[in-house]
């Protein structure tokens, strides 16, 4: 809880590493992700440094694997599910899986360029088939021809013979050549109106659509493809068709010059056609075994590289001492796992062998340390709120435990509702049940993975959703009578108060709690049901809701100027209790704590009877800052008086917070050097004398006397400038009075979105359920199927995701905003241990794990 509240104390230190041992231990400290390196080498280029060849092996093995993953997505096998966690290879084990994955790459690349080739070749013998089958009736014209088919023609001659082939033409004196082939269905009309303008009508198209879609070889998408026969005229325009042919991508084939030749060349290409397809089953085959094969070491190989191109890249960041043969790495560590950096640090050098050990010495330092605040699977969401609004500076109060209470509760204000409540548990409660399912998990999904990263968030306030539902006493915007009302309407009539007269003539009747009898004392939980028939209902919870919101938003501000007390007294500051924690409250209490203590007053002192006497609030507030009473009955006896003792001490304070911390940093400047360089005034933070006497001691022992240190004390007083701490002060205070009035006024919203949501609820309620429930018809059961399936849509889409994300992000910010800025700076830096379960995957963010 201690490092939840404030974060891990922590240290910086060096670590020596044996050089033979060095890839041992960092290994070691990879696998327990207890430190963050330090870059040691920040001016020398990534290439420059001594490991760079070694990395450049792991990102080509990881080139390989990418290679690898590819093709094995592709054909579709699965990688073998469970926990695998390799340890990272030895140097000397590296070039062993180098091999294994060169072997590997070239041995499927062999086959795919094989199976690829064969596929084309199949392509190309299928397309041939095609055309030798569609073009068939081309020169053999017959009167019924495709409604596809055209033709332009130059040659009148042709029309009166029944049958004309190549041979024919040729006995007729014509120099006639043919070309044949394929393109696509899209490229046809251009083509043809490319060959009319090019050849001057001196050429014969004839097309016809396959029916079949054909695989294009380059995209590997079916596509719808054209057979086509071009009759031309002279040499010169067939090689004018050539290019043309060649400029739109045409596959052409020879065409026979005889129907012998063709039916000859028809069988020869079913029989090659049947021998591809049996060798690229074969092929197949022999390539999923390869992929198998592949596989089942694929993900090993995959983590063992991630590991060892880590260490390396940490290798990177540590010096050589002066002897060159240890290396020097700078690290922050938790105070608490020194002991286990130690053990690891021993293990390492005995698994690599070294005869001397590497060690770990601690060294001080006034560079700020990074914030470490452990968490679990239940507190992490919730910290992830803090940190998306900033990381905490070191040490300093964490929000987080408090918001895992007044977060939920502060949504669950504006977002009161039972059955929503119960449903948005539900959906929780079913994520945590299957927090393990790796379908959950690895889903690519943002917004799934969004819900599911939240659950325990979305599960704490559903169950506060059901509280403050039942508190407001409100289930799809109806009332539950649990315990029964406490109004009676029996009395009114034993009092003889309302007639039947009264019954029949009025529609609203008055229940009056003087009548003995009609109220017989408050609901045991919550507001009583009576009021969900009230015509004034909504009045009534105006008043409710809004000075309820007042009172939880003074609490919750109050609560965040306490905590700041924490900070003060970790830092050493306790001039700020003084300075700035206790004009801070007394400025909040005596302003708008007398307002909550005001209606706490009204509703405790004035009953049924004297109601209508009751004065107004807000009135009183008004008057209490113009100091004016006269003419306004007063709430209590002697009010006047201290309405003016408590704006005097309002209006007294702002001076203090003003001027107070800036004065007195500047008489400490002044009067004493030493006194704020040893005191943590200047953000030296020293848990102990003791470790400030080790730090003069360290710094005699590099070469530096204590006058150096006295110097260099002042030399950082120096530095204190009060027109910036003035200045400072001045926009803190301007921000913290002003902020008092408006970030009450912003707790409002749970006011406003509490009412919002429940007349929501009510209207859906009234237009959609109610018209289902009145038909008293025999199709009224069959009618009320899809009615309740449109209220459960637009219950789940509107009340549930769209009034819940807007009472989330409006908690959000009245955590950040109003109860945050009291105490949290938020500035700080994130502790990055240096582990290989959180090191990112570029196999896993293209999904190719």
Same mark, same amino acid.
């Given at each position: 809880?201690?490092?939840?509240?404030?974060?891990?104390?922590?240290?910086?230190?060096?670590?020596?590493?044996?050089?033979?041992?060095?890839?041992?231990?960092?290994?070691?400290?990879?696998?327990?992700?207890?430190?963050?390196?330090?870059?040691?080498?920040?001016?020398?280029?990534?290439?420059?440094?001594?490991?760079?060849?070694?990395?450049?092996?792991?990102?080509?093995?990881?080139?390989?694997?990418?290679?690898?993953?590819?093709?094995?997505?592709?054909?579709?096998?699965?990688?073998?599910? #469970?926990?695998?966690?390799?340890?990272?290879?030895?140097?000397?084990?590296?070039?062993?899986?180098?091999?294994?994955?060169?072997?590997?790459?070239?041995?499927?690349?062999?086959?795919?360029?094989?199976?690829?080739?064969?596929?084309?070749?199949?392509?190309?013998?299928?397309?041939?088939?095609?055309?030798?089958?569609?073009?068939?009736?081309?020169?053999?014209?017959?009167?019924?021809?495709?409604?596809?088919?055209?033709?332009?023609?130059?040659?009148?001659?042709? !029309?009166?013979?029944?049958?004309?082939?190549?041979?024919?033409?040729?006995?007729?004196?014509?120099?006639?050549? &043919?070309?044949?082939?394929?393109?696509?269905?899209?490229?046809?009309?251009?083509?043809?109106?490319?060959?009319?303008?090019?050849?001057?009508? =001196?050429?014969?198209?004839?097309?016809?659509?396959?029916?079949?879609?054909?695989?294009?070889?380059?995209?590997?998408?079916?596509?719808?493809?054209?057979?086509?026969?071009?009759? =031309?005229?002279?040499?010169?325009?067939?090689?004018?068709?050539?290019?043309?042919?060649?400029?739109?991508?045409?596959?052409?084939?020879?065409?026979?010059?005889?129907?012998?030749?063709?039916?000859?060349?028809?069988?020869?290409?079913?029989?090659?056609?049947?021998?591809?397809?049996?060798?690229?089953?074969?092929?197949?085959?022999?390539?999923?075994?390869?992929?198998?094969?592949?596989?089942?070491?694929?993900?090993?190989?995959?983590?063992?590289?991630?590991?060892?191109?880590?260490?390396?890249?940490?290798?990177?960041?540590?010096?050589?001492?002066?002897?060159?043969?240890?290396?020097?790495?700078?690290?922050?560590?938790?105070?608490?796992?020194?002991?286990?950096?130690?053990?690891?640090?021993?293990?390492?050098?005995?698994?690599?062998?070294?005869?001397?050990?590497?060690?770990?010495?601690?060294?001080?330092?006034?560079?700020?340390?990074?914030?470490?605040?452990?968490?679990?699977?239940?507190?992490?969401?919730?910290?992830?709120?803090?940190?998306? =609004?900033?990381?905490?500076?070191?040490?300093?109060?964490?929000?987080?435990?408090?918001?895992?209470?007044?977060?939920?509760?502060?949504?669950?204000?504006?977002?009161?509702?039972?059955?929503?409540?119960?449903?948005?548990?539900?959906?929780?409660?079913?994520?945590?049940?299957?927090?393990?399912?790796?379908?959950?998990?690895?889903?690519?999904?943002?917004?799934?993975?969004?819900? &599911?990263?939240?659950?325990?968030?979305?599960?704490?306030?559903?169950?506060?959703?059901?509280?403050?539902?039942?508190?407001?006493?409100?289930?799809?915007?109806?009332?539950?009578?649990?315990?029964?009302?406490?109004?009676?309407?029996?009395?009114?009539?034993?009092?003889?108060?309302?007639?039947?007269?009264?019954?029949?003539?009025?529609?609203?009747?008055?229940?009056?709690?003087?009548?003995?009898?009609?109220?017989?004392?408050?609901?045991?939980?919550?507001?009583?049901?009576?009021?969900?028939?009230?015509?004034?209902?909504?009045?009534?919870?105006?008043?409710?809701?809004?000075?309820?919101?007042?009172?939880?938003?003074?609490?919750?501000?109050?609560?965040?100027?306490?905590?700041?007390? =924490?900070?003060?007294?970790?830092?050493?500051?306790?001039?700020?209790?003084?300075?700035?924690?206790?004009?801070?409250?007394?400025?909040?209490?005596?302003?708008? #704590?007398?307002?909550?203590?005001?209606?706490?007053?009204?509703?405790?002192?004035?009953?049924?009877?004297?109601?209508?006497?009751?004065?107004?609030?807000?009135?009183?507030?008004?008057?209490?800052?113009?100091?004016?009473?006269?003419?306004?009955?007063?709430?209590?006896?002697?009010?006047?008086?201290?309405?003016?003792?408590?704006?005097?001490?309002?209006?007294?304070?702002?001076?203090?917070?003003?001027?107070?911390?800036?004065?007195?940093?500047?008489?400490?400047?002044?009067?004493?050097?030493?006194?704020?360089?040893?005191?943590?005034?200047?953000?030296?933070?020293?848990?102990?004398?003791?470790?400030?006497?080790?730090?003069?001691?360290?710094?005699?022992?590099?070469?530096?006397?204590?006058?150096?240190?006295?110097?260099?004390?002042?030399?950082?007083?120096?530095?204190?400038?009060?027109?910036?701490?003035?200045?400072?002060?001045?926009?803190?205070?301007?921000?913290?009075?002003? #902020?008092?009035?408006?970030?009450?006024?912003?707790?409002?919203?749970?006011?406003?979105?509490?009412?919002?949501?429940?007349?929501?609820?009510?209207?859906?309620?009234?237009?959609?359920?109610?018209?289902?429930?009145?038909?008293?018809?025999?199709?009224?059961?069959?009618?009320?199927?899809?009615?309740?399936?449109?209220?459960?849509?637009?219950?789940?889409?509107?009340?549930?995701?769209?009034?819940?994300?807007?009472? &989330?992000?409006?908690?959000?910010?009245?955590?950040?905003?109003? &109860?945050?800025?009291?105490?949290?700076?938020?500035?700080?830096?994130?502790?990055?241990?240096?582990?290989?379960?959180?090191?990112?995957?570029?196999? !896993?963010?293209?999904?190719?794990?």
């Amino acid at each position: 809880m201690c490092s939840l509240l404030r974060g891990e104390e922590m240290c910086l230190a060096q670590l020596f590493l044996q050089s033979g041992s060095a890839y041992d231990c960092i290994n070691e400290l990879g696998e327990l992700g207890l430190v963050e390196f330090r870059d040691l080498n920040p001016g020398v280029n990534a290439f420059q440094r001594k490991h760079v060849n070694e990395i450049k092996k792991c990102e080509e093995m990881e080139r390989i694997l990418g290679y690898l993953l590819r093709e094995v997505k592709k054909a579709d096998i699965s990688l073998p599910e #469970g926990d695998v966690n390799p340890v990272a290879p030895l140097p000397k084990h590296v070039m062993a899986i180098m091999e294994q994955l060169q072997r590997l790459e070239v041995e499927l690349g062999e086959v795919t360029r094989n199976k690829e080739k064969l596929q084309r070749n199949l392509l190309e013998l299928t397309e041939y088939t095609h055309m030798l089958r569609t073009t068939r009736n081309f020169v053999q014209r017959t009167s019924e021809r495709e409604p596809l088919q055209v033709q332009y023609e130059e040659f009148p001659f042709l !029309e009166k013979d029944t049958l004309m082939d190549y041979s024919s033409m040729q006995r007729l004196g014509a120099k006639l050549g &043919f070309i044949s082939g394929l393109i696509q269905r899209t490229k046809i009309e251009a083509f043809e109106r490319m060959l009319w303008r090019v050849c001057k009508g =001196y050429t014969i198209l004839s097309y016809a659509e396959v029916e079949e879609y054909l695989e294009d070889p380059d995209t590997g998408e079916p596509t719808k493809s054209v057979v086509f026969l071009i009759s =031309y005229w002279g040499d010169q325009i067939g090689q004018k068709v050539k290019k043309i042919c060649d400029c739109y991508h045409c596959h052409l084939y020879p065409y026979p010059s005889s129907n012998e030749e063709r039916t000859d060349v028809v069988e020869g290409l079913r029989t090659r056609i049947q021998d591809l397809h049996t060798v690229l089953h074969r092929t197949d085959d022999y390539l999923k075994q390869v992929l198998m094969k592949a596989s089942e070491s694929v993900y090993t190989w995959v983590i063992q590289v991630k590991k060892m191109k880590a260490i390396y890249f940490i290798l990177n960041l540590c010096s050589f001492d002066v002897t060159n043969k240890c290396l020097i790495a700078e690290v922050w560590c938790p105070v608490n796992d020194i002991p286990t950096l130690r053990r690891a640090l021993e293990e390492g050098s005995r698994k690599s062998g070294a005869t001397v050990p590497s060690f770990v010495n601690r060294i001080p330092t006034n560079d700020t340390p990074p914030t470490l605040i452990r968490t679990n699977k239940f507190t992490s969401g919730f910290q992830n709120i803090v940190d998306a =609004y900033g990381v905490g500076n070191y040490r300093e109060v964490n929000p987080a435990p408090f918001t895992i209470i007044t977060f939920p509760f502060l949504f669950a204000v504006m977002f009161g509702d039972l059955g929503h409540g119960v449903i948005m548990a539900l959906f929780a409660l079913w994520m945590v049940l299957y927090e393990n399912n790796r379908k959950l998990k690895n889903t690519r999904n943002e917004i799934w993975n969004t819900f &599911f990263e939240g659950r325990y968030i979305i599960l704490m306030m559903g169950l506060f959703s059901i509280y403050t539902g039942l508190i407001y006493n409100d289930c799809f915007s109806k009332s539950l009578n649990i315990f029964g009302s406490g109004w009676s309407v029996k009395a009114m009539f034993e009092a003889k108060v309302w007639k039947d007269a009264d019954i029949r003539g009025n529609r609203v009747l008055t229940l009056d709690p003087n009548v003995t009898g009609v109220f017989r004392g408050p609901y045991p939980l919550g507001i009583d049901p009576i009021w969900n028939l009230a015509s004034n209902r909504l009045t009534f919870l105006n008043s409710y809701k809004m000075k309820m919101s007042v009172i939880l938003g003074v609490i919750h501000m109050s609560f965040g100027v306490i905590l700041s007390t =924490y900070n003060y007294l970790h830092f050493r500051k306790k001039h700020s209790l003084y300075l700035v924690f206790l004009p801070e409250l007394l400025f909040l209490l005596c302003l708008f #704590g007398y307002l909550v203590f005001m209606i706490f007053y009204k509703w405790l002192v004035f009953t049924a009877k004297d109601s209508r006497l009751a004065p107004s609030i807000l009135i009183h507030f008004i008057n209490m800052f113009l100091m004016q009473g006269d003419g306004v009955q007063p709430l209590y006896p002697g009010q006047t008086g201290l309405q003016v003792f408590l704006v005097v001490i309002a209006v007294l304070s702002v001076p203090v917070l003003l001027l107070g911390k800036p004065v007195y940093l500047y008489w400490l400047h002044n009067g004493s050097h030493r006194l704020g360089m040893y005191r943590g005034y200047e953000r030296v933070r020293r848990n102990s004398e003791e470790e400030l006497y080790l730090m003069r001691a360290h710094d005699m022992e590099e070469g530096s006397s204590h006058s150096d240190l006295s110097t260099s004390g002042e030399r950082q007083t120096e530095e204190f400038d009060f027109a910036d701490e003035f200045l400072h002060q001045a926009i803190h205070t301007i921000e913290y009075c002003l #902020g008092c009035v408006s970030n009450t006024a912003s707790y409002l919203r749970l006011w406003a979105l509490s009412l919002a949501h429940a007349q929501l609820s009510e209207v859906l309620w009234t237009m959609v359920m109610r018209v289902g429930l009145r038909m008293d018809t025999s199709l009224g059961v069959f009618f009320l199927v899809p009615v309740f399936g449109l209220f459960a849509v637009l219950t789940v889409s509107i009340l549930l995701v769209m009034e819940g994300l807007s009472a &989330f992000l409006h908690a959000l910010r009245l955590h950040w905003v109003e &109860f945050q800025n009291k105490f949290y700076s938020g500035t700080g830096v994130k502790f990055c241990p240096f582990s290989f379960s959180l090191l990112p995957s570029s196999f !896993e963010h293209d999904g190719l794990l």
